[in-house]
């Protein structure tokens, strides 16, 4: 069976400080893995995806994530966050690209002050 | 619509009473999602429509929810007797066909907020 591991329920920084947000899963065949963000009173969309290839992935933002198999890890950084950043973070696995029965984490609250 | 739409987006009931729940996914996507987020967890898969049938209905709890989407479009997500631990927010998402662009990416509605009381 499939799990995600988010390991922090709650990461509060400061603005500018760099961030991470850590994510193991757990899988028995290949996965693909995905970032979601939920900002406060909107939808669930996604931040980032890893399918295949290039093992680091970024997203728009500044936000990135590196794949690496043999720690089973995802975990998404950042080097200077923002305000904006706040928001909830939720990793996810899949076991196919069309992102069918997604397996989430229980998220991470990324706090950003000044 | 540009985003997928969820009706209601805040349902109260009482114990017992049947409930629908509505979601109108983005035009062209033939894949549709239903998720369940609890307070303090991440969204459980529910149900898999790709077209009008159900291809992955293994996340639902128990026979007292059904989903339907007869048409390939709009879906709905039915409750009977509902239950206090029923209460969530319900997620809708659709995606594009395999092959397209934003392979992999569920585009997710803002949620219909069920409280049971």
């Known amino acids: 069976a499939q799990s995600v591991t988010q390991l922090d329920s709650q990461v509060p920084v400061f603005e500018e400080a760099p961030v991470e947000l850590r994510c193991n899963y757990s899988?028995?065949?290949?996965?693909?893995l995905f970032w979601y963000v939920q900002y406060p009173n909107q939808g669930l969309q996604l931040l980032l995806k890893?399918?295949?290839?290039?093992?680091l992935v970024e997203s728009i933002n500044g936000f990135e994530a590196e794949f690496n198999k043999s720690q089973t890890s995802f975990h998404l950084r950042k080097p200077s966050v923002h305000i904006s950043d706040t928001a909830e973070y939720f990793c996810?696995?899949?076991?196919?690209?069309?992102?069918?029965?997604?397996?989430f984490g229980k998220g991470t609250t990324l706090s950003v002050s000044s | 619509g540009a985003g997928v739409s969820q009706t209601p987006s805040n349902k109260v009931t009482e114990k017992g009473k049947y409930v629908e729940l509505r979601c109108d996914p983005i035009?062209?996507?033939?894949?549709l999602y239903w998720y369940r987020q609890s307070l303090g967890q991440g969204p459980e898969f529910l149900i898999y429509?790709?077209?009008?049938?159900?291809?992955?209905d293994s996340g639902l709890p128990n026979d007292r929810f059904f989903a339907v989407r007869p048409e390939g479009s709009v879906s709905t997500l039915k409750i009977q007797r509902t239950e206090r631990g029923d209460s969530a927010v319900y997620l809708c998402?659709?995606?594009?066909?395999?092959?397209?662009?934003?392979?992999?990416?569920?585009?997710f509605g803002e949620g219909s907020r069920l409280t049971v009381l």
């Open positions: 998402a659709s995606s594009s066909p395999p092959g397209t662009a934003n392979t992999g990416e569920l585009f």
């Open positions: 899988s028995s065949v290949s996965v693909y």
């Open positions: 890893y399918l295949s290839g290039s093992t």
């Open positions: 996810a696995v899949s076991r196919n690209q069309a992102g069918t029965a997604l397996i």
């Open positions: 035009s062209g996507h033939t894949a």
């Open positions: 429509f790709q077209g009008t049938g159900a291809a992955d």
